[in-house]
């Protein structure tokens, strides 16, 4: 059983829904200011992902030769 594979594929929406279940309480500032945090890097690297897995997946183009 791989549980580093499951971590990385499961933690940015787990930082997600535990930043959102924090703002949803909202009692005090430490869980707002915690639960924007954890939004923020769930967002990121779900950002991250996205654009790596794009660059991968598109095709290299190769710049046409000059002539002179």
């Excluded at 930043?19 to 690297?45: C, D, E, K, W």
């Excluded at 790596?52 to 046409?64: D, H, N, V």
Aim: glycine content about 12%; aromatic content about 10%.
């Amino acid at each position: 059983m791989n549980i580093e594979k499951y971590w990385y594929e499961a933690s940015p929406f787990i930082y997600i829904a535990t930043g959102g279940f924090l703002l949803g309480r909202g009692g005090s500032v430490l869980l707002m200011i915690s639960g924007i945090l954890l939004l923020t890097a769930g967002g990121t690297i779900m950002m991250m992902r996205r654009q790596y897995a794009l660059q991968t997946r598109a095709p290299k183009e190769k710049p046409a030769p000059r002539r002179r």
